[in-house]
T-cell receptor, first 113, second 115 residues
Framework: DAGITQSPRYKITETGRQVTLMCHQTWSHSYMFWYRQDLGHGLRLIYYSAAADITDKGEVPDGYVVSRSKTENFPLTLESATRSQTSVYFC????????????FGSGTRLTVV | DQQVKQNSPSLSVQEGRISILNCDYTNSMFDYFLWYKKYPAEGPTFLISISSIKDKNEDGRFTVFLNKSAKHLSLHIVPSQPGDSAVYFCAASASRSGATNKLIFGTGTLLAVQP
């Protein structure tokens, strides 16, 4: 199916574990983004990518790593998960040009215990 | 430092009435503004946008107003319907900054439309 898909939908992990959240889009959008949603904070940008092999930090990048070896994939890795990283994570993508806006995936709910 | 603020965490209105959701921003470089709507367990979906060269943009029941001098925008929904019940996020970007047009989101307002 065309679109943007995130996996897994739900994940429980232990403190200190490494965990990777996957994001895949089928539109060949050049830009991809990772946001986290937390009560009282709204959506905060973690990392973004303008194209394959080009990534940059957002508002809250600490504790996260991203890569983009292919245009369609933008995985987000928590190298050593902490309880403060319990959140809902959204991936988004768009074509160049702000008029297009962003298209979001359905989210991954991550719980760190 | 919250650059985009939605000071009302929730709003309740009667079906058929007007819903007004507000958003304030602090960064004068912002020149493009969007509203997203989010249902539980789903990703946000684009609703309506406005460029800083305009002060109003309308799409069906949804109208966004921009007051640049006050650094304030609002979303009007008329008439409100129960299906409009969702979290609404305001977002802003600085497209002329030369950097990626990354969106900065507000904290969201939960709208409940009562039948």
């Amino acid at each position: 199916d065309a679109g943007i898909t995130q996996s897994p939908r739900y994940k429980i992990t232990e403190t200190g574990r490494q965990v990777t959240l996957m994001c895949h889009q089928t539109w060949s959008h050049s830009y991809m983004f990772w946001y986290r949603q937390d009560l009282g904070h709204g959506l905060r940008l973690i990392y973004y990518s303008a194209a394959a092999d080009i990534t940059d930090k957002g508002e809250v990048p600490d504790g996260y790593v991203v890569s983009r070896s292919k245009t369609e994939n933008f995985p987000l890795t928590l190298e050593s998960a902490t309880r403060s990283q319990t959140s809902v994570y959204f991936c988004a993508s768009r074509f160049a040009g702000v008029d297009y806006g962003y298209t979001f995936g359905s989210g991954t709910r991550l719980t760190v215990v | 430092d919250q650059q985009v603020k939605q000071n009302s965490p929730s709003l309740s209105v009667q079906e058929g009435r007007i819903s007004i959701l507000n958003c304030d921003y602090t960064n004068s470089m912002f020149d493009y503004f969007l509203w997203y709507k989010k249902y539980p367990a789903e990703g946000p979906t684009f609703l309506i946008s406005i460029s800083s060269i305009k002060d109003k943009n309308e799409d069906g029941r949804f109208t966004v107003f921009l007051n640049k001098s006050a650094k304030h925008l609002s979303l009007h929904i008329v008439p409100s319907q129960p299906g409009d019940s969702a979290v609404y996020f305001c977002a802003a970007s600085a497209s002329r900054s030369g950097a990626t047009n990354k969106l900065i989101f507000g904290t969201g307002t939960l709208l409940a439309v009562q039948p």
